[in-house]
């Protein structure tokens, strides 16, 4: 079991950066992928980017170039910089941590990014 707190959302204007943080309540090296997902009104939930625990990293075609993800194993912490935001990237941003073929899927309760034209 593992607990998951999303942090950093708010509200930002169009063009700019936020950097949101996930803390796991224990090791995050256990588990094959950490995540961020996001959820706007409406729309199904999305995956936004995805780094295994060997590093490899994966992005969502609409903010390729402008997110990044990264993970601190010692401090038990999964990022997301967020840099030229969009308007269409306000949504609820949710972290998950998975090792799926064990049956581990676990997930945040979210932050809300919200971002002004």
């Known amino acids: 079991q593992v607990q998951l707190v999303e942090s950093g959302g708010g509200l930002v204007q169009a063009g700019g950066s936020l950097r949101l943080s996930c803390a796991a309540s224990?090791?995050?090296?256990?588990?094959?992928?950490m995540a961020w997902y996001r959820q706007a009104p409406g729309k199904q939930r999305e995956l936004v980017a995805l780094?295994?625990?060997?590093?490899?990293?994966h992005y969502a075609d609409s903010v390729k170039g402008r997110f990044t993800i990264s993970r601190d194993n010692a401090k038990n912490t999964v990022y997301l910089q967020m840099d030229s935001v969009k308007p269409e990237d306000t949504a609820v941003y949710l972290c998950?941590?998975?090792?799926?073929?064990?049956?581990?899927?676990?997930w945040g309760q979210g932050t809300q990014v919200t971002v002004s034209s």
């Open positions: 998950n941590a998975a090792r799926r073929e064990v049956g581990w899927d676990y």
């Open positions: 224990g090791s995050i090296s256990r588990f094959n992928s």
């Open positions: 780094i295994t625990s060997i590093g490899s990293t």
